[in-house]
């Protein structure tokens, strides 16, 4: 058979099927490997609200709280060698441990997903013992070489797709233009509410906007641990009474919005902007990290300095009062996600590192070109 046909059968592991960025993202690219025809199956530690649409996608979601432990995970070791998977790939450092431990059981090969710039992460990432370390942008990839010490050679740049099928192609209205009867914009932040997302520096930028006068609807959607801080920040700066908070649970929600704002300090590539693209709703995000891989400023997006309200501001204001500007912006984003970050062509470039790693692993191209380079330990 040739090499290339040769059925790929992956195990995820996952810490859960959740709606957190990494869960969706999984989510979006398991949908385009089962499409691609991987045989993938999937080990989650906990439950969560998003096993069902895993299902829906072709894969299967098993839940062993304790795969990778030697003594009390055998349920989850005896499952995957009865599956006969093909390769271990931990979705995230957290799991490259417990990865490693049952990469070993199975004498599989072993690769791991980079998918944040935190420090934590990238120390995580540092300890790596896989085949191969896969990062989901080029700032991460930049980050695991110079700041980890990770040899670039184990590493492959895989970033995160979308499932097109699941965000169809909005309807762009050629001669939609703004009248005097057109409500006031919608304009939100989406994603965890904690310090490196920027969250404060929007409800300043909300400040500034209100009192240049703008009439707008304001949304921050998403939960954590700085929930509380902020709303009592927006109080602070009298601007509570036209900022809503708003849990993200419901599916859908960035097509409400007429500006999508990513505020953050720092973003490993940022699922939420790359689905506003999709959905057709013009970004304003800070220049950080993986954000240059999805946007090309002025044209899919316009990008500003982190920390900065009054540049967060102006660029509010530019794209609110250019409906046209807004609408070609919006087009050439959707466009670009289609090119290029579709969970199909993703899951191809995937599935491709897998074969290379497998190829590595089992000896098979041993023959012709010795000890491939990313087996090396760096």
């Known amino acids: 058979m040739d090499k290339d046909k040769r059925p790929i059968r992956p195990l995820w592991l996952l810490e859960s099927p959740n709606h957190s960025g990494l869960a969706v993202a999984s989510l979006h690219l398991a949908a385009g490997m089962c499409r691609a025809g991987a045989a993938l199956e999937i080990f989650a ?37 009865a599956g006969g998977v093909s390769l271990i790939h931990a979705l995230s450092p957290d799991l490259a441990r ?9 004498s599989a090969p072993l690769v791991v997903t980079a998918n944040r710039l935190e420090e934590e992460e990238i120390r995580k990432a ?27 050679a184990r590493i492959r740049v895989v970033r995160n797709g979308l499932d ?18 057109r409500q006031a914009p919608v304009i939100g932040t989406l994603g965890h509410l904690a310090e490196r997302k920027g969250q404060r520096v929007f409800l300043q930028a909300v400040k ?6 703008l009439d707008a609807e304001f949304l921050v959607l998403g939960d954590g641990p700085d929930r509380l801080a902020l709303r009592n920040l927006a109080d602070e700066l009298k601007v509570g009474q036209r900022v809503t908070f708003t849990p993200q649970t419901v599916s859908g929600q960035l097509s409400q919005l007429d500006i999508l704002v990513e505020p953050s300090f720092q973003e490993g ?19 950080v990290g993986g954000l240059y891989d999805l946007i090309d400023d002025g044209v899919t ?15 509010i204001w530019v794209l609110v009062n250019n409906p046209a500007q807004r609408l070609e912006m919006a087009k050439r984003a959707r466009e670009k996600i289609e090119k290029e970050f579709s969970s199909d062509l993703v899951a191809r470039e995937l599935i ?10 089992f000896g098979w191209n041993a023959g012709n070109a010795g000890t491939p380079s990313f087996l090396l330990q760096p």
């Not at 894969?59 to 709280?65: G, L």
């Not at 997006?301 to 660029?315: N, S």
């Open 45 to 81: 530690l906990r439950d969560g609200e998003n096993s069902l649409d895993f299902t829906n996608a072709g894969c299967q979601v098993r839940i062993f709280p304790h795969f990778g432990q030697a003594l009390i995970g055998g349920s989850a070791r005896r499952a995957a060698a």
């Open 98 to 106: 417990r990865g490693w431990r049952l990469a070993r059981q199975l």
């Open 126 to 152: 540092a300890n790596f013992r896989g085949q191969l370390l896969l990062a989901v942008s080029g700032a991460i990839m930049e980050r695991l070489v110079n700041v980890a010490g990770i040899a670039r």
């Open 164 to 181: 097109l099928n699941r965000i169809p192609r909005p309807r762009f209205a050629e001669d939609e233009r703004p009248d005097a009867s």
């Open 208 to 213: 500034i906007l209100l009192g240049r006068g």
């Open 269 to 287: 590539l940022g699922v939420s902007v790359m689905q506003a693209m999709a959905t057709g709703v013009p970004v304003v995000a800070t220049g």
């Open 301 to 315: 997006g316009i990008m500003v300095p982190a920390a900065d309200p009054e540049a967060l501001a102006e660029a």
């Open 352 to 361: 491709d590192c897998y074969r290379e790693c497998i190829d590595a692993f």
